[in-house]
């Protein structure tokens, strides 16, 4: 029997395991709504831009470590995905996005709502495809979850003329796929493993430095193991929260530009960096010349493009994180000889990381009056028991909440590491939530970077997506501000943003619930009530405008060079007048 | 240091630009580059000249054999290979200079193509040595027009096979 490319479209998605849709109309892809109008199995979300479309697949994916999918129709919807596509690419989030085109006798005449857009995302997705044919559908369709999927995850796009949806065709679903010229490696090879093993038993001032490649491989149980068997302490980079637990004695916190001291102390003087998923990123290498200079680097990556891209890497393990750190676990459980000397010094190794912890804790100077950042962090955390899903948008909120929430399990932590995408967190809540529905769902926003896509609130309500939005509200743009502080002299330019809006009016506006706290003592009751009640909730948390987000790597310096929290004493506090 | 990088490609629409985004995205050079369909019409091949030091290679290496159409990178500079690039010359002959441009012609073993009363069209194949050598010669006879295909290269065979 033939089907119409929408039939197919709909069909393959089904056959790919695909529950929920987030996509919104227009003109050409009107034959797919109309074939969604019937739909049972696919759960359509209507969200109220089409970037918010893309940020709720995405953290649909990093919340289940499925393939999220988003669908635009041409032209303007589809360029408004850009932002999405290129923030899912920068954290290799495996999604799919459809978009409509032209019918393709149109392509090239400067149609209305054309846009090139296969040409535009071409270097922010993995792969992308223009459909020309209406039975080529289901296969390019599993090549592009495929693709999405396996090895490095990170977007794929699928650009679909009106033609292509219209005309009809067989329905072959494909059950393999098979590219000759997309092979990962998966498994490590067995010498580099061993040299590893044989490295980590030598090393006297070891250190493990993972990242998001621990969350894309589920290998959070084997990273646990490998640290406790070796006692090696962890660090984790933005993008690896999550994958060891935040409570755990090895755990150091996170490392780079706002790390902790410990971490990046421990990192600047280890004999032995142990990278897993991680990509050595600016923000957490600071200079790369000064960076760990006395460490030998092993690093274990899925895609070889990382490996040796800033710094030199003595050890380079090409493969699947979990399956590598299952086989270097059981190279090492082999080995299992003792030195002494080896333990002495580790030895010595642990009590100078427990004095450099000591020595510069994360800490905030707790005020009775003014609400601080961290407090509420701290309480969100507490009120939960680290038992939510935590999104945040970008800039002070987002790294307060990486210091100060203890991520206990993986996939629990959606935020934009890579590209740093402003209106990131709401979204990505909102995608979360619709995987997760009987989950507590927060995003931890500023007031800036809520307004980027506060219109989502709208889609919040209707689709019931009741998540919690702690806005940490100073008035301005925090990061920027702090930086102008700093950096440029306190010369506050284009960062005041006033007192505007009245964010609890906002939420009514919507049909959601707004709530307001100014003192410290309503934080814990404002989060108590949010979370009873059952709708989407803004929490307007009034903070201290003058925070900043310390301890701080300043830019172009190395990591150990880290400018602190000066302690102040009572009378220099700084007033905040609302 | 410059390399030779061969590479075989899916032969789909969109490769090229592809592989021109990726060395313009990431700042690589591309001194030449030509492609043509292989033997096999599913796939192409690509010469691409380029330079930089061993890590610029290595990552350029690893970005091209990372992208999804591309089946097989080889670096042809530490190997024996055999490269060749076609280039038509168009020279002023007038007088006694037609008699001097055949005369280099000859030389270099190439082969006028077309002729017209001034001028003398001239193709030559060679490496880029040979090309610039003979483009040197021609050059006081004044040169109207030049256009080099880029270079094309093929890895020679194990003669002890």
């Known amino acids: ?578 | 240091m410059t390399h030779i990088l061969s590479l075989l490609v899916e032969n789909k629409f969109g490769v090229l630009s592809r592989v021109a985004g990726l060395f313009s995205g990431r700042g690589f050079n591309i001194e030449a580059l030509s492609v043509a369909p292989t033997q096999d019409p599913s796939v192409s091949q690509m010469t691409i000249v380029t330079s930089g030091d061993d890590r610029v290679i290595e990552q350029i290496t690893k970005q091209l054999n990372k992208m999804i159409d591309i089946i097989k990178v080889s670096d042809f500079s530490d190997k024996d290979y055999v490269l060749r690039e076609v280039a038509l010359i168009k020279v002023s002959a007038k007088g006694a200079d037609r008699e001097e441009a055949l005369r280099i012609a000859t030389i270099f073993r190439a082969k006028v193509v077309d002729s017209s009363p001034t001028t003398y069209t001239i193709e030559v194949t060679g490496d880029d040595k040979k090309i610039e050598a003979i483009v040197n010669l021609l050059r006081p006879l004044g040169i109207k027009e030049l256009v080099r295909s880029g270079p094309i290269a093929i890895l020679r065979e194990d003669k002890n096979k």
């Open chain 1, 1 to 578: 029997m033939k089907l119409s490319g929408a039939e197919i479209f709909v069909e393959t998605l089904k056959k790919e395991g695909v529950k929920v849709l987030f996509g919104y109309p227009g003109g050409v892809v009107l034959p797919i709504f109309d074939v969604l109008y019937h739909e049972k199995e696919i759960r359509l979300i209507l969200p109220r831009h089409e970037q918010a479309a893309v940020h709720m697949a995405d953290g649909y994916a990093r919340s289940t470590g499925n393939v999220g999918v988003a669908l635009a129709t041409s032209g303007p919807g589809a360029t408004n995905t850009v932002t999405g596509i290129a923030t899912a690419f920068m954290d290799s989030i495996p999604i799919v996005v459809f978009t409509g085109q032209v019918p393709t006798p149109m392509i090239g005449v400067d149609a209305f709502q054309e846009a090139d857009i296969v040409g535009i995302t071409r270097p922010c997705t993995k792969y992308n495809y223009l459909v020309k044919n209406t039975a080529d559908l289901p296969y390019i369709i599993k090549e592009a979850f495929y693709i999405a999927s396996k090895g490095r995850p990170g977007p794929v796009l699928v650009d679909l003329p009106r033609d292509v949806l219209a005309n009809k065709a067989d329905f072959v679903y494909p059950e393999t796929v098979s590219l000759r010229s997309y092979n990962p490696t998966y498994i490590g090879n067995r010498w580099q493993i061993k040299k590893a093993a044989d490295a980590i038993l030598k090393a006297k001032k070891p250190v493990i430095y993972a990242g998001g490649g621990v969350i894309s491989s589920n290998a959070s149980q084997e990273l646990k193991e490998l640290a406790e068997f070796t006692e090696i302490p962890v660090t984790l980079t933005l993008m690896g929260l999550g994958g060891f637990p935040g409570d755990h004695p090895l755990f150091l916190g996170m490392l780079g530009m706002h790390g902790t001291y410990a971490a990046n102390m421990t990192i600047h003087n280890s004999d032995l960096i142990i990278a897993i998923g991680a990509r050595f990123d600016d923000r957490v290498t600071g200079r790369v010349k000064d960076f760990a200079p006395n460490a030998k680097i092993i690093h274990i990556d899925i895609d070889p493009t990382s490996i040796r891209k800033s710094v030199h890497v003595d050890i380079p393990i090409v493969g699947d994180v979990r399956l590598v750190l299952i086989d270097l676990l059981k190279e090492l459980k082999s080995m299992k000889e003792t030195n002494e000397v080896i333990e002495e010094a580790r030895k010595h190794w642990a009590k100078q990381i427990k004095d450099w912890q000591k020595e510069h804790p994360l800490w905030y100077e707790y005020d009775d009056e003014v609400i601080k950042p961290q407090f509420v962090i701290e309480k969100i955390f507490e009120i939960t028991k680290g038992d939510a899903i935590i999104s945040t948008e970008v800039g002070q909120n987002q790294m307060w909440t990486a210091q100060f929430y203890k991520f206990l399990k993986p996939r629990t932590w959606l935020t934009s590491g890579g590209l740093g995408t402003m209106g990131y967190g709401f979204p990505a809540a909102l995608g979360a939530q619709a995987a997760f529905p009987n989950k507590l769902v927060f995003d931890i926003a500023g007031d800036g970077s809520i307004q980027m896509n506060i219109q989502e609130l709208a889609t919040a309500v209707i689709e019931r997506l009741n998540v919690k939005v702690a806005i940490l509200n100073n008035s301005c743009l925090g990061m920027v501000r702090q930086w102008q502080e700093l950096f440029y002299g306190e010369r506050y330019s284009g960062i005041d943003l006033g007192e505007v809006p009245d964010f609890v009016k906002v939420a009514e506006a919507y049909g959601a619930v707004g709530f307001k706290a100014v003192k410290p003592s309503e934080v814990e009751p404002v989060i108590k009530e949010a979370i009873k009640i059952k709708k989407p909730v803004l929490m307007d948390f009034r903070i201290d405008r003058m925070e900043k987000v310390f301890p701080m790597v300043p830019a172009g310096a190395a990591i150990h060079e880290m400018i602190f929290l000066e302690k102040k004493k009572k009378t220099e506090k700084m007033k905040v007048v609302r």
